[in-house]
């Protein structure tokens, strides 16, 4: 009688030789193929596409002669301050499991940060740190949205709101923000005609990454107004507030859900360290949210990645204590880099724009483009400048490239210069 064997592999013979033995003599057609990985994975992670801004950049990457102007960061690294809080932290030891909100002392300094910023009173309890803006905003389709339910995103927009709801299974449901006249146009009359009874929430994102255009007051409470009498929640991503350039000059602060909402209603606010202080591989953020929900929100930290390194955070303090004269500088450089940019694209009849009123992105069209990838990757390889393809942006986008504008002057006039001879020159695909 022949013996017990899995798969035509006898298991006494495996035991005797040890793992390495039984796993040898596993056929190799038993094993899954790549593919066969790939089929047992959830759809939704598998099919969901990359994000166009990493194919530019990942076209690009590590040239040393393309001068990026991809990805939405400047050329600073972080202050010096920033980083000796940071270090001191870790030598004194500050190297254990901490708070899931966040320590005390983070969630205070923000509570102050947003009282001089607003006016009024913060208190911590509003306050919930988080591993990035990117994982406040995860924590926060999180907590609202099942599956099935649909988010509304005015677009073009950031391509990483779609992704990771449609990786959670939420629907999200665009609403454009037209180009006419040369201007970016909300039509609030559409937007709030495609909610249904799935809508969740309505997720703005002013000022805008990648369109620089930025909600007037009255478009905030006319949401405000309509999200408080559907019972829809409002996720605020206001990460660019402070790069705001109105037109009268001077700084100043673009309008805010935090002008003209209560902290204990249905408003989340997503935000992070990232853009003021150039600290973008810190990997810091944080939600604001109605006090009500701090136990939901730290257990989905916890589940998540069970908080964010203490020694980062005593950085943050320093950023929110000390860094106004830095964030000043910054938006400061980013007023006058835009300039710089509408200088001279102004000079090309072929290519549209509107001047950006905030943020640090020039999103703009070139006549006879139909495909903003393919035209993106040449300009990477002929002009040597990285852009991102407005198509990633969603419905709308195609058309259009974004250019981050925020840094060294010198090296955004070359990069001007380069873009310049390009169009003059060449024909987009
Ligand atoms: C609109 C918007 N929100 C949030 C973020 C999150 O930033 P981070 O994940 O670097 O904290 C970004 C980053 O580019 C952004 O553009």
Same mark, same amino acid.
């Given at each position: 009688?022949?013996?017990?064997?899995?798969?035509?592999?006898?298991?006494?013979?495996?035991?005797?030789?040890?793992?390495?033995?039984?796993?040898?003599?596993?056929?190799?057609?038993?094993?899954?193929?790549?593919?066969?990985?790939?089929?047992?994975?959830?759809?939704?992670?598998?099919?969901?596409?990359?994000?166009?801004?990493?194919?530019?950049?990942?076209?690009?990457?590590?040239?040393?002669?393309?001068i990026p102007l991809w990805t939405g960061e400047g050329h600073l690294p972080t202050p010096q301050f920033i980083c000796d809080a940071a270090i001191s932290s870790l030598r004194n030891g500050e190297t254990f499991?901490?708070?899931?909100?966040?320590?005390?002392?983070?969630?205070?300094?923000?509570?102050?940060?947003?009282?001089?910023?607003?006016?009024?009173?913060?208190?911590?309890?509003?306050?919930?740190?988080?591993?990035?803006?990117?994982?406040?905003?995860?924590?926060?389709?999180?907590?609202?949205?099942?599956?099935?339910?649909?988010?509304?995103?005015?677009?073009?927009?950031?391509?990483?709101?779609?992704?990771?709801?449609?990786?959670?299974?939420?629907? $999200?449901?665009?609403? $454009?923000?037209?180009?006419?006249?040369?201007?970016?146009?909300?039509?609030?009359?559409?937007l709030f005609d495609s909610v249904t009874g799935k809508t969740k929430a309505i997720c703005l994102n002013s000022p805008s990454n990648p369109l620089g255009w930025v909600a007037s007051c009255d478009q905030l409470?006319?949401?405000?107004?309509?999200?408080?009498?559907?019972?829809?929640?409002?996720?605020?991503?206001?990460?660019?507030?402070?790069?705001?350039?109105?037109?009268?000059?001077?700084?100043?602060?673009?309008?805010?859900?935090?002008?003209?909402?209560?902290?204990?209603?249905?408003?989340?606010?997503?935000?992070?360290?990232?853009?003021?202080?150039?600290?973008?591989?810190?990997?810091?953020?944080?939600?604001?949210?109605?006090?009500?929900?701090?136990?939901?929100?730290?257990?989905?930290?916890?589940?998540?990645?069970?908080?964010?390194?203490?020694?980062?955070?005593?950085?943050?303090?320093?950023?929110?204590?000390?860094?106004?004269?830095?964030?000043?500088?910054?938006?400061?450089?980013?007023?006058?880099?835009?300039?710089?940019?509408?200088?001279?694209?102004?000079?090309? $009849?072929?290519?549209?724009?509107?001047?950006?009123?905030?943020?640090?992105?020039?999103?703009?069209?070139?006549?006879?483009?139909?495909?903003?990838?393919?035209?993106?990757?040449?300009?990477?390889?002929?002009?040597?400048?990285?852009?991102?393809?407005?198509?990633?942006?969603?419905?709308?986008?195609?058309?259009?490239?974004?250019?981050?504008?925020?840094?060294?002057?010198?090296?955004?006039?070359?990069?001007?210069?380069?873009?310049?001879?390009?169009?003059?020159?060449?024909?987009?695909?």
């Amino acid at each position: 009688m022949p013996r017990f064997s899995i798969r035509g592999v006898d298991p006494v013979l495996c035991l005797a030789h040890g793992d390495a033995e039984y796993f040898k003599a596993i056929p190799k057609r038993m094993l899954p193929t790549p593919q066969d990985l790939l089929d047992s994975i959830k759809p939704s992670q598998r099919d969901e596409p990359d994000s166009g801004i990493l194919v530019a950049v990942n076209h690009g990457f590590g040239r040393p002669d393309i001068i990026p102007l991809w990805t939405g960061e400047g050329h600073l690294p972080t202050p010096q301050f920033i980083c000796d809080a940071a270090i001191s932290s870790l030598r004194n030891g500050e190297t254990f499991y901490t708070w899931q909100r966040g320590i005390p002392e983070l969630r205070e300094a923000l509570a102050q940060y947003h009282a001089r910023q607003c006016g009024g009173a913060f208190k911590q309890d509003n306050f919930f740190v988080t591993s990035s803006g990117m994982q406040a905003m995860q924590t926060i389709f999180q907590l609202l949205a099942r599956e099935g339910d649909e988010i509304i995103v005015p677009t073009p927009a950031w391509p990483n709101y779609p992704g990771p709801m449609r990786m959670m299974g939420i629907v $999200p449901v665009y609403v $454009p923000i037209r180009f006419e006249n040369r201007i970016w146009q909300i039509d609030l009359e559409q937007l709030f005609d495609s909610v249904t009874g799935k809508t969740k929430a309505i997720c703005l994102n002013s000022p805008s990454n990648p369109l620089g255009w930025v909600a007037s007051c009255d478009q905030l409470l006319a949401v405000r107004d309509f999200a408080r009498r559907h019972g829809l929640w409002i996720i605020a991503d206001e990460v660019y507030s402070r790069f705001y350039y109105p037109e009268s000059g001077g700084l100043g602060r673009s309008p805010s859900f935090l002008d003209i909402c209560e902290h204990e209603e249905r408003v989340v606010y997503a935000n992070t360290f990232s853009k003021n202080w150039a600290m973008t591989g810190w990997r810091v953020g944080w939600v604001q949210a109605p006090k009500a929900l701090g136990a939901a929100i730290e257990r989905i930290i916890q589940y998540n990645t069970s908080g964010t390194p203490v020694f980062l955070q005593r950085g943050c303090v320093a950023a929110l204590e000390e860094g106004e004269d830095f964030v000043i500088k910054q938006v400061t450089r980013a007023r006058h880099n835009r300039d710089m940019v509408c200088k001279t694209l102004r000079q090309f $009849p072929q290519v549209q724009f509107e001047v950006p009123g905030g943020a640090f992105y020039q999103f703009f069209s070139l006549d006879g483009m139909r495909d903003s990838t393919k035209t993106v990757l040449r300009i990477i390889d002929e002009a040597k400048i990285g852009l991102a393809p407005g198509g990633t942006f969603g419905a709308g986008g195609e058309g259009f490239m974004r250019m981050c504008y925020l840094r060294d002057p010198d090296v955004l006039a070359t990069a001007l210069e380069r873009l310049g001879n390009w169009l003059g020159s060449a024909r987009p695909d």
